[in-house]
């Protein structure tokens, strides 16, 4: 529906004595929403019994307060998805609740990993059975047919199998188990309410319910969390940081903090880089929404092209459209955007988004603009050509449907199938350099075709492919 | 709702070429549907890949064209499920589809395992996870740690370990597998459909597709079916045979055979015979809708007194039901049930019912024929007094709970809560009487509190209670 | 579906201080269900105000808990619909309520004007305008136009200028006026709740709140309840009596009073009668269920021939059916009905039905019956071949679908179209003598074709037609 | 649930022989969907034929693919519904179509009558009824009434007889009949597509469905569109022009030309007069999300203070909410906008909002501005106090309920019940600027108190209750 890359999970988790940990992570969950809204999901647990509700649809589709109300317990954890690998059912919603040898568990995952499948093979060769496609009945296996005494070492133990992105959130009886793989690709941060510790994908999810942003949980951290508070311990599998740069780019909320660093001005200065290596002479600036606003601020900004909101977007559009027939060609894009064409009519505009994944809504955009009477067309993109698909839990076109790839990043057949006057992408160095000194820290993949991690399962599928 | 017993599960399985297996499955279930009215389910598969659909509620609420067009496949099988041992959630809804070492395998199971805790913990300690509260997922497991090649071998290697009730089928990706336990406490039959053959728990299901009624799967017997037709292999575990008479009682459709058995004929024999042991002075014999039908029309036959259908059905209402307040007082009952007073004023009545289980619909029957004007109002019962609850695979209310038990079989004090003039039970002679030279292989624990197969699980919690 | 004629409508109001007027009336529509499926509606006053819902649907469907508990007030009518000549869309659920300018006013009504088109067309010139397709809103206009001061008498002027079959209700802010036509087509009859009235098309209505059956409302009489008891006037319309017959044929449900008669019992005089005109060899006499039992067990009785339930009825079939593909040709009647083969095998059958509309159910009857091992089928139809479309407020194919019609009555062609062995219908001396001494008061236009009142709108449209 | 005014309707209308109307309609009212949640219809008309669909919701709840490919026609009428003075129910939802002495009409109504219960009155006493409380159904009955030939003078006819704001498109069999009342209080414009002609509430419903723009509709103007294209008639019935300034202000969608100017650009001016009335010491201008952003716009470029998004709004928030417990105390406030801490924490603050009612959501955007951090917050609103109920087709809350009325319009108190450092308006002479030479002609009694047309019917219930 959009052509934008798409976070795959959403991720939770509580422990209190004192408030309604089931209405703190629905509360979490929604503050989430934007990194999942195929199904939704919480457990909770007391005194060694788990109750759980998962459903198809968005937070406030699946949770009413009589479901919240029956979900009573001390912890918590919750989860929105979108899918990737697994399919669309309910047999693939989150958290998988089980009951093991040590009694019940819960998990909670965001990431991908790439050996799920190769782990599958294995597990399913020493009599393990699976009910769904997601990369969380892997490590729950993995966890179950540990030896170790503790969940927490068992948890260890499993993850040293496990290669690829994982955040993840695991419930036993009396403790909360915070983990983030030692890529660190996937964000996790912590946070504190009163004196109780919770555990969210981004920080945004804990404003929402009022609790003090804490910090990342660390690469290679596993934080356990319980009537004690919270202990940390070290996972002992070095490997350089690649943290997911399209967290910063489009994924994560602008309100929220994610590897340390403010999401909105992040984008803000992308922008504002996008001006200083790309000037354009324009009459306005003006956002693709709402994915392009903190760059095309930045922009404007630094160039001092006065900034306008030149697209507006409406906000009845549900997640189903009915297609007019062949006169109206009005397309979805069509009705969730609409340009305000006294604005635009004469003018040369530069229109900021944060990325092209495909170009279909761009191209749209173009022509939108046109028929409003703009005069110029510059389309200015605050992140390098996309060209490569993610293995590390994102939703990605394959290479073959990348607009950038198609045309080899030539700029101007792009400029050309978009319709449009120019187009300029920040580039890499520009990227880089609004990260700082973390700037090798993070993952580029998508952008560069480096993958920090081999993703083996797809290179075995091929190899298979090839025989 | 209903005062009755009830059946936990119907189970469909078909292999075809020729016809549309999950059209099959759905006419199939929609037959069954008397056996399950919680959640329904089909799943089919071709050339290694299964697909399948399954929901909470009735068979035609599951499902709708579209969804069962989409079930494309060779084989199907089918459950209908009303729940015993597991909650009432979707996670409980079968057939369980798995991945395991040799592809995927799906099972409908109907039954109570009497050792299915026991084996969980078993297979907990060996690693395995569980997913829900159902016995097919603790065989399940066992097949899938079978050393055994075939799926038929480690299916015949896992029954060795189970004990209790089931009848099952299982699906592969290449064939069929219908068992019935060696006490064959439940039923399983066979159909032929053109040269393709089916199972069905009972033979309404084959009549309903238009299949013919072969013969009973026997108990200890596997029965294999595929493109090459069906073989028939041993079980090899002999045990005494106790088929459930509250099949024949109750839970079964009229129209069905079951057990080798027809149930309307059945039931007619048990109203013949329990007017032969219980000959009362009356107007008028009249069943309870639609339950007590058969049998009133037996003792009608047998005695000479007019049949007549005293008491009419409703056939509105629905599975909810808004409870009037106060004033009204008018039960579920009421609105399901109502008197034909013209007829009923100024007689003695014989009603007639199947069973009586709590007792509460019975009270509110006599009630009802009172404030019709009936002169006298004699409750016969065609069958024993029920006494013990059910480990094998039947819903039933604990001891305390029952009526009789209650009472401790005073017929007395039952026909004064019943506030009836004299209240008749069938004889424990006369229903083994009605089975003929079968009557050995009954199980008749209900009644008398003889279990054939030790409840080992409930024993063992008892034991830990006691401890 | 149902291959039988069709009850456009139940109502049922009531007045009371002392009970929730709103819990009655969805009680007492709750056993009106069988006259309308389509749509309910509930309107309840006090003090000036009126509140009402309407819904599609049946009564349990459109109202829950809540929604009942808002509908507060003294007085409250009711009203389920099925739908002849009004289209199936919500405008046209009853009942009707209207601001005119003696306040508010609610009407629930059964039966057809047969000259409302006229009426409309002459208060369309007057500058009215209608907003449904439903006859209460011609019957509401005409009130509101009259000069009399009170509503009653506003109601008597109006109805002087309505021609057909009409039993209504009329709540106005401070009473309750239920009326039937001269002709009294349709029923209405009288209870008493504690010291309050209410009223009802049935006597099954009353039955179900716990209120005493009184009589019916005579024809052309009116009756006023409020606050000071019950008052009746005369309208002064004399005309011949025509009550319809069809409601003790089928209409009706089997517990009800309806024109001082009990259904059940007068049906099953009808299968005496039958027995008695049309004796058979046989051994087995079936009803088709549920509409053939009290007929089949009267005929049984009279002829001596064993009664048996050799059709059973599917509970679980809803209102939708999936239709299976060409090999199963699986109808909706072979879902609903299944036969008790081991009890019909060899058999020569007797089937015994109210009536035949179409004859396709029929039909379908038969080859089940002939599948099941039938030796010889006898189809006895209690009630004369129906050969004329209804004009009164009941749903009825047009002459050219009924089966009768089409072969002219002649029963040897009947019978090949069924594949019975012999069919026979009750006579219409038979029919008439066991109304006993009130036999000319019935109408059994759709036998003869002998209409009590000028269907004056199908007249007029037939003879514009023509020139 | 919004603290603001909220328009009650907005309609759509058009013709043609080439386009599927329906379609046409169902992307006009998408466009229009701000104007009313609460309901949606479409009518559509062919040959005599009206076909229509109305229900509760979004129009994308109400329509899909099915219903709207049977909607067939070459005229079409579609509304949006939120609610003023009827009540919220079905019976309310517009379009309303009746049958009438000239046939069928279909009539969908945006604005207010001031005499509406003075004329049903009326008419009730000459027979007239009433089914919903909506004012078209007191237009149609006038039209109804009248002797005129034509349906354009019986609608000329009928809108002598009304007072107060209207704009109302009325389609018969073979014409759609545009119009808006002398005082031309609500917006309403002529688009033509093709050579086909449109009538639509604003501009950006004519822009969704590729229409262009003409012109306004004239106050006191009709318009007769039908096969020979459009006409236009004058009312005659001279009066003072008073066009709602609210809908420039708040109501209008900002990509809307609505009484000839482009709504964004009004708002941008508003913004930059706001500024130079109130300069502030400031860092950053923020909008409220999203009524404030083309006014926040306008006054950063004014005063030169950077603009930035520092409220975020969640676009998963749906209608319905569940509060959260006392320990949360989150708001739906909280839920929908949360603030980008990172970039407010120690600045100072300029938030620009359109307009304040109640204040409360004003209250909880200050709190959350002072959690994140600001050093200083000035609140700015774009438009004068305001302090009067509407009776021209806004729902507006009880004067008792208007923040500025409350306090007397005393910036200080209003500034210290929103917790803000200061507060300013823009000034009533300001607001006049921005309109130019037509300030004359705009409705500000929510302001000011000045009512241009007397509401009748409130001045008459105030009368008769002093009595």
């Given at each position: ?16 004595k ?21 199904s ?45 690998t ?24 965001n990431?991908?990993l ?142 929220s903090?994610?590897?340390?660093k ?91 988004d ?18 409003a ?20 839990g ?74």
């Open positions: 529906m959009e052509d934008k890359f798409r976070d795959e999970c959403g991720i939770f988790g509580i422990y209190s004192d408030v309604d940990v089931a209405q703190a992570a629905f509360l979490g969950l929604y503050a989430l929403q934007h990194r999942g809204q195929e939704a999901g919480i457990v909770t647990s007391r005194d060694g019994e788990m109750l759980h509700h998962r459903g198809m649809g968005l937070v406030q589709q699946v949770f009413d307060e009589e479901t919240l109300n029956k979900l009573d317990g001390e912890f918590a954890i919750g989860h929105v998805r979108y899918s990737t697994g399919e669309s059912r309910i047999e693939n919603a989150q958290p998988v609740v089980v009951r093991y040898k040590k009694g019940k568990m819960a998990v909670a995952h990431g991908n790439v050996n799920a499948l190769l782990l599958k093979e294995e597990l399913e060769n020493e009599g393990s059975i699976f009910q769904s496609t997601i990369d969380s009945e892997v490590i729950i296996h993995l966890i179950a047919r540990s030896k170790k005494t503790s969940t927490r070492e068992a948890l260890a133990e499993a993850l040293k199998r496990v290669e690829g992105a994982y955040s993840l959130i695991l419930m036993t009886e009396d403790e909360l188990i915070g983990v983030r793989d030692p890529s660190a690709f996937r964000p996790l941060c912590i946070g504190l309410l009163g004196d109780s510790y919770c555990l969210a994908s981004e920080s945004c999810a804990l404003e929402q319910i009022g609790a003090e942003y804490i910090r990342p949980v660390e690469p290679n951290e596993m934080v356990v969390i319980d009537k004690n508070g919270l202990k940390s311990y070290p996972l002992n599998q070095p490997r350089p940081i690649s943290m997911c740069i399209f967290e910063l780019i489009y994924l994560s909320r602008p309100d903090i994610v590897f340390g403010s999401v909105y001005l992040t984008r803000k200065e992308f922008g504002r880089l996008l001006a200083r290596e790309h000037p354009v002479e324009a009459d306005l600036v003006i956002p693709v929404p709402d994915s392009g606003i903190p760059a095309a601020i930045g922009y404007s900004e630094e160039s001092g092209i006065p900034y306008d909101m030149g697209l507006l977007r409406n906000h009845y559009v549900g997640r189903t459209f009915i297609q007019p027939g062949a006169f109206f060609r009005s397309s979805k894009v069509r009705i969730k955007l609409s340009p305000v064409s006294e604005m635009i009519k004469g003018k040369r505009v530069v229109i900021v944060d990325s092209i994944v495909r170009g279909t809504t761009s191209k749209e955009i173009v022509k939108m603009l046109k028929n009477g703009a005069k110029a067309i510059h389309f200015l993109i605050s992140s390098p050509p996309v060209n490569y698909p993610c293995f590390y994102i939703a990605t076109p394959t290479r073959e449907e990348l607009l950038a790839a198609i045309y080899n990043n030539d700029t101007d057949q792009i400029r050309d199938y978009l319709g449009a006057d120019s187009i300029h992408y920040l580039s890499m160095e520009g990227l880089m350099s609004a990260m700082g000194k973390d700037h090798s820290q993070f993952c580029r993949a998508c952008f560069n075709g480096e993958y920090p991690v081999a993703p083996i399962d797809m290179i075995r599928r091929e190899a298979l492919k090839n025989c």
